[in-house]
């Protein structure tokens, strides 16, 4: 029988992955309109660099690399959680803690480095 300590981590566990999941879907959702070539210069949404806002060929071609880095990102980081969420073998806190960082630094990893590779 689980310990009352074992079905609160494993409840936690379950939050976390509908969080990670909800967050996943969220940067694939906000990637879509920037590959499509749905977002106008503006200065509030999208790869705002100099470059791009003073050029709107730039503007597009830099926010389309940006929102596939967005989409990439999202499905790496639900991938990792599917994953993540059925590994019987790692031990529920280290479970919660990973699945707990996938969405926030395969974003950060994942745009950083669409970014390195724009300049």
């Known amino acids: 029988m689980e310990s009352n300590k074992e079905k609160e981590l494993a409840t936690v566990k379950t939050a976390m992955t509908v969080l990670g999941y909800v967050i996943s879907a969220i940067f694939i959702v906000l990637g879509l309109p920037l590959v499509l070539e749905l977002i106008e210069p503006n200065s509030a949404y999208g790869v705002r660099t100099a ?3 003073s050029d709107e060929h730039a503007w597009y071609h830099l926010n389309s690399i940006g929102g596939w880095g967005m989409i990439v990102s999202g499905l790496i980081s639900f991938i990792t959680i599917r994953t993540l969420k059925n590994n019987e073998n790692l031990e529920l806190v280290k479970s919660i803690v990973a699945i707990s960082c996938a969405p926030a630094l395969f ?5 950083g480095c669409t970014y390195l590779f724009m300049m």
């Not at 974003?107 to 745009?111: C, E, K, R, S």
């Open 107 to 111: 974003p950060i990893v994942i745009l």
């Open 51 to 53: 470059q791009a806002l």
